[in-house]
């Protein structure tokens, strides 16, 4: 069975910073893109970015995260994350990592092959 496991997140300022991790069972690990969406009571679940898969050559930011977040992935612990910066109250959801076998790093909710459990990430004003 498949597992994406999320950790990293919790309660920071504003102003603060956060690392999430997504530590996967994904076998070959390099054959996905993976992404990290979120999601807020009443709303869609949003991409906030995405590495595409192989050597993550092409990497995708919502224009809400360009310059403070950035995406990384570490195909020999089969493992991905999400360092995320100047963190706003805004940025308050549970995030999602998420994985496509050779997905576009234009990553959609709709065309996910596996997701996470979700990690809640809360910036206080």
């Known amino acids: 069975q498949v597992q994406l496991v999320e950790s990293g997140g919790g309660l920071v300022q504003a102003g603060g910073s956060l690392r999430l991790s997504c530590a996967t069972s994904l076998r070959p690990f390099s054959f996905y893109t993976m992404g990290w969406f979120r999601q807020v009571p009443g709303k869609q679940r949003e991409l906030v970015a995405a590495?595409?898969?192989?050597?993550?050559?092409?990497?995708n930011y919502a224009e809400s995260v360009k310059g403070r977040f950035t995406i990384s992935r570490d195909n020999a612990n089969n493992s991905a994350y999400l360092q995320m910066n100047s963190l706003k109250p805004e940025d308050t959801a549970v995030y999602y990592c998420?994985?496509?076998?050779?997905?576009?790093?234009?990553?959609?909710?709709?065309?996910?092959?596996?997701w996470g459990q979700g990690t809640q990430v809360t910036v206080s004003s």
């Open positions: 998420a994985a496509k076998q050779w997905g576009l790093a234009a990553m959609s909710r709709l065309e996910i092959d596996y």
């Open positions: 590495i595409s898969f192989g050597g993550g050559n092409r990497i």
